[in-house]
């Protein structure tokens, strides 16, 4: 069971959660793949979060963005695996820059990020991983919104598949979908 995490801002109506919920519906697997709205809260996303692994059996998380940063804390409090696409490294750091006002992308509403967001944010930091091995790193170069050699640093001991070029979206998504499955699964 697979639970898609989408990125700031983003949803379950993303190029990436929709490719790869179709993949694994030609796979046979459609079933096995979770992609929720989160809400703009990072304490009510993991609680979110935390009762679909509860009530699905999730054994994986894919989050994209902050999306990854979530999926850290997930991996490491549940023992799951986790593929982290362009992973916000320190959202507490990195989104500090966005708080006031924001629009999710594919519903247009509207939702205020705020100091205290951030602080949840904080609260669920990973400073060391316990099994990096149970991660894998895909980062492009050519992110312009976040730093790839952070994420880099931070996964060390994790596999890592980093590419040139590209940019914050993850250009090549569709090359790694069914790897991706194939290591959520094995």
């Known amino acids: 069971m697979i639970l898609y ?17 179709a993949r694994m519906r030609e796979r046979g697997l459609g079933e096995k793949f979770l992609s929720p709205q989160l809400p703009a809260s990072p304490r009510a996303a993991i609680a979110l979060a935390d009762g679909l692994i509860a009530r699905h059996g999730v054994t994986s998380v894919v989050g994209s963005s902050l999306g990854g940063y979530y999926s850290t ?8 695996k986790a593929v982290l696409v362009n992973p916000a490294v320190v959202a507490h750091l990195s989104l500090q820059k966005y ?7 594919y519903t ?17 930091a990973i400073p060391v991983l316990a099994k990096p091995e149970r991660f ?8 312009e919104t976040l730093d790839y050699r952070d994420a880099v640093r931070r996964y060390a001991g994790a596999k890592q ?6 940019d914050h979206s993850f250009t090549r998504w569709n090359d790694y979908l069914d790897s991706i499955i194939d290591f959520s699964e094995a």
């Open 73 to 80: 804390y997930l991996a490491e409090t549940f023992d799951l």
């Open 161 to 166: 598949t980093v590419l040139p070029g590209g």
């Open 136 to 143: 894998w790193l895909l980062v492009e170069e050519g992110d």
């Open 5 to 21: 995490l989408h990125g700031f801002t983003s949803g379950p109506q993303s190029n990436k959660a929709q490719a790869l919920g």
């Open 108 to 124: 247009g509403e509207r939702f205020d990020f705020t100091l205290e967001h951030v602080d949840e944010l904080r609260a669920i």
């Open 99 to 105: 708080i006031g006002p924001q629009q999710w992308l």
